[in-house]
């Protein structure tokens, strides 16, 4: 079965840094990786993806903070998260798009969730 397993949330006062990570298994031609968040009483929103050529798209309300990376070779994914603010609080949820070992169809992954908590 398809496994996201991500690492890497905590607490951290604002204006610190944290990196998230993320790596999938049992998935093949993996196209497009990402993080999304959900903060509590809202809805999910993407925050960071990147294709395997490795063109980026950010929220606008993390460009300049945040950077996504990736290696494809060892299908993971990375957030590094730079002068975190309190509204960055929220579950970040790996994302990844690909075909299953088992299967014959893309389909969409995700991994269970990593805290982050920001202080002020």
């Known amino acids: 079965q398809v496994q996201l397993v991500e690492s890497g949330g905590g607490l951290v006062q604002a204006g610190g840094s944290l990196r998230l990570s993320c790596a999938a298994s049992?998935?093949?031609?993996?196209?497009?990786m990402g993080w999304y968040r959900q903060a509590p009483g809202k809805q999910r929103e993407l925050v960071a993806t990147i294709t395997s050529g490795g063109s980026t798209n950010y929220a606008d309300s993390v460009k300049g903070r945040f950077t996504i990376s990736r290696d494809n070779a060892k299908n993971t994914v990375n957030l590094q998260m730079n002068s975190l603010k309190p509204e960055d609080t929220a579950v970040y949820y790996c994302?990844?798009?690909?075909?299953?070992?088992?299967?014959?169809?893309?389909?969409?992954?995700w991994g269970q969730g990593t805290q982050v908590t920001v202080s002020s």
């Open positions: 049992r998935l093949n031609f993996i196209n497009t």
């Open positions: 994302n990844a798009r690909g075909i299953p070992v088992a299967g014959s169809w893309y389909g969409d992954y």
